[in-house]
C-alpha cells in the first residue's frame, strides 16, 4: 500500500477525545506509516547506502556467561525503592518500580515486598508445613512431599493494602508511581493447591476458617475462610518458574490470589482449621481500622478494579510536542478487565484504550493508548471496569465513601479500605509530570 494511502487509514481513526487521545484501533490499522508518526524516524537515499560502522562493543570479544544471568550494567538504576535499607530492628518495605518497566509479570527481583522483622533464612530440607486443628488426621508437609503432588501455576497479582494510601492525602503528593502505587506486582506462582492437601487431612463438618501462621520472627498469622482455601488458595513454590525470592516468603507462602496482601503469609509453616476465625492481634488491632462512627472494620478481603498510569508519570517528561504512547496497567479480584478508558483533559473527555493479550483473571492487564500531545496543558487519567460489572471509582466517589460514618465504606457493593480512585498525573508546557488532583 502507498505511503501515502497508509497515513490516510489511520488518520481516519483520528481522535476520539479531547486533547490529543487517539482512537486504540490505530495501534492495530495504521502500519508503518502510524509507527513513523510517532517515532519520528525517516529513511534517506543516503542512509540506504551508508554501510553499517562496527561500534567499540563489536570490535571486541564480550564477557563471559554466568552461571545466573544478571541484566546489564546499564540497567542498574530500575529498582525497588527500600523505606529500610539497613536493616533497622522494623518492618522493611521495598516498591516495585512500575514506570521503568513493562508487561503484565513482575521480575522476580523487582517484586515489592514487606516483612515485619526481615526475611528468615530458611533452611528448606528441615522447613515442614503442618495442617492440624479440625481436620480428621493432621499432616506434616517437607518441601519434598509437596513436590509429589499435582503441581498447578496461577497468574495473579499481590497488594498490599496500604498501597495507594498516600492518595488520601488532602493534598497532592510530589511523588513518582513507584511511591504512590508500588506495593503491588503480578507474577506467575506455582504449586500445590490447598484444596489438595486439605482433601488429604480430612476436613472436619465444623471447619469454617483457618489459621495461616508464618515462620518470620513475629510468627504473622492471619484468619482466612475455608471458601477461599477451597476456592483458589494456593501453596506456592515458584514464583514466574523459579523458587520463590527470600522477601516473597522462601520456601513455600500462602497465595490467596486477589486478596489483600497481608492474608497471603509468607514462610509459611502451619495451618490450623477452625470453627471460627482466630481474633488475633492481626485480625482485632493490625488489620481492623476504627471508622468514624467508633466500630471497628474487620475482615475486608478483595482488592477492587483498580488501573494506574505508568508512563508517561513524573520522572518520564515529554520530550516535546508529537506522539506518545499512554501505557499503565489495570487489575481487579473479580475477574478479567473488560475495558480501561483514558482521559487527556482530567476526566472531561474519554478515548478506551487497547488492552493488551493475554487479559487473564485476577493478573495485571497492560492498556495501552496513542496520544498526540500538542505542547500545552494535559491532566491524565485512566478508569478501569471489570468482567464482573465494577468500575474503578471517581476520585470524589471514594473519598465521600471513605468518609462515610454510619456505615462501612463501600465502592461497588464490596467494602473498602485501599484507594483505588484514579492518579492524575499534570503535565505542563515544559513536558514535566506532577501528581495532581483533578
Not at 522476580?108 to 508445613?129: K, Y
Not at 498526540?372 to 470524589?396: H, K, Y
Amino acid at each position: 500500500m502507498p505511503k501515502q494511502d497508509s497515513m490516510r487509514r489511520w488518520e481516519d481513526l483520528g481522535p476520539v477525545a479531547e486533547n490529543g487521545l487517539f482512537d486504540r484501533r490505530a495501534f492495530f490499522k495504521g502500519g508503518a506509516a502510524f509507527a513513523a508518526t510517532m517515532t519520528g524516524y525517516t529513511l534517506s537515499e543516503s542512509s540506504r547506502a551508508q554501510a553499517l560502522v562496527d561500534d567499540p562493543w563489536s570490535a571486541t570479544v564480550g564477557t563471559p556467561t554466568g552461571p545466573y544471568e544478571t541484566r546489564s550494567r546499564f540497567e542498574s538504576s530500575v529498582v525497588r525503592t527500600l523505606t529500610n535499607p539497613t536493616g533497622a530492628p522494623r518492618s522493611q518495605q521495598s516498591r516495585t518500580p512500575h514506570h521503568l518497566i513493562d508487561g503484565t509479570f513482575t521480575p522476580n527481583g523487582l517484586h515489592f515486598a514487606i516483612s515485619r522483622t526481615g526475611p528468615p533464612d530458611i533452611d528448606p530440607e528441615q522447613h515442614r508445613l503442618v495442617i492440624h486443628g479440625l481436620v480428621r488426621q493432621p499432616l506434616v508437609f517437607t518441601l519434598d512431599s509437596l513436590m509429589r503432588y499435582p503441581m498447578e501455576s496461577r497468574m495473579t497479582f499481590v497488594e498490599c493494602g496500604g498501597n495507594s494510601a498516600p492518595l488520601w492525602s488532602p493534598e497532592p503528593i510530589d511523588a513518582t508511581v513507584q511511591s504512590l502505587h508500588g506495593y503491588v506486582s503480578c507474577a506467575e506462582w506455582s504449586g500445590v493447591m490447598l484444596s489438595t492437601l486439605l482433601d488429604e487431612v480430612g476436613i472436619d463438618p465444623s471447619a469454617t476458617w483457618l489459621l495461616a501462621e508464618g515462620s518470620d520472627a513475629l510468627a504473622v498469622h492471619r484468619s482466612v475462610p475455608i471458601s477461599k482455601a477451597l476456592d483458589d488458595a494456593m501453596i506456592a513454590l515458584y514464583q514466574n518458574g523459579e523458587r520463590l525470592m527470600p522477601g516473597n516468603g522462601y520456601p513455600m507462602r500462602l497465595l490467596l490470589p486477589g486478596w489483600e496482601g497481608n492474608m497471603n503469609v509468607k514462610w509459611l509453616r502451619r495451618i490450623e482449621l477452625l470453627d471460627q476465625p482466630a481474633m488475633s492481634i492481626y485480625e482485632a488491632k493490625t488489620y481492623a481500622p476504627i471508622l468514624p462512627n467508633g466500630k471497628a472494620y474487620q475482615f475486608y478481603f478483595l482488592q477492587e478494579v483498580k488501573s494506574f498510569i505508568t508512563r508517561p508519570s513524573p520522572s518520564l517528561s515529554l520530550s516535546g510536542p508529537g506522539f506518545y504512547e499512554i501505557s499503565g496497567v489495570a487489575y481487579s479480584a473479580n475477574g478479567r478487565i473488560s475495558k480501561v478508558m483514558v482521559s487527556a483533559d482530567g476526566g472531561q473527555s474519554w478515548a478506551q484504550a487497547a488492552l493488551q493479550e493475554p487479559v487473564l483473571p485476577k493478573a495485571f492487564t497492560r492498556f495501552r493508548t496513542p496520544w498526540r500531545w500538542d505542547g500545552g496543558p494535559a491532566v491524565l487519567q485512566s478508569r478501569a471496569w471489570d468482567e464482573a460489572g465494577n468500575v474503578q471509582p471517581t476520585r470524589t466517589q471514594i473519598v465521600a465513601a471513605r468518609g462515610e460514618a454510619t456505615r462501612v465504606p463501600s465502592i461497588n457493593g464490596f467494602p473498602s479500605q485501599h484507594y483505588n480512585g484514579p492518579t492524575s498525573w499534570g503535565i505542563d508546557s515544559d513536558g514535566e509530570v506532577k501528581h495532581v488532583y483533578a
